[in-house]
């Protein structure tokens, strides 16, 4: 199964992560599909980026992420409050 979640990265005490589309048998670390965004709680505010049609597409396609991921998602507007794909606005123009 394809998850989406979170790889740590940055030094001893001060994390940073990659959100990650993985195989849910790979180590947490260890190897990875595409990298969807980076979220790094250390700095303040706390910094948040997703690359969000990559992210609808895998969620389309029966990835399945994990329950931070899902926090975060639903704080960025990917997610709606019951954790479904919130629905695109199209640009005019």
Do not use: C
């Not at 959100?19 to 947490?28: C, E, F, G, K």
């Amino acid at each position: 199964m394809v998850t989406i979640r979170l790889r740590r990265t940055g030094k001893t005490k001060k994390p940073s992560y990659r959100l990650v589309v993985a195989d849910s048998r790979a180590p947490r670390d260890g190897r990875f599909i595409e990298i969807v965004g980076h979220y790094n709680p250390v700095r303040q505010p706390k910094e948040l980026n997703v690359k969000a049609d990559r992210v609808r597409y895998w969620l389309g396609v029966g990835a399945q992420p994990s329950e931070t991921v899902v926090r975060l998602l639903k704080q960025v507007g990917v997610l709606d409050a019951d954790g479904k794909p919130a629905p695109v606005t199209p640009i005019e123009g």
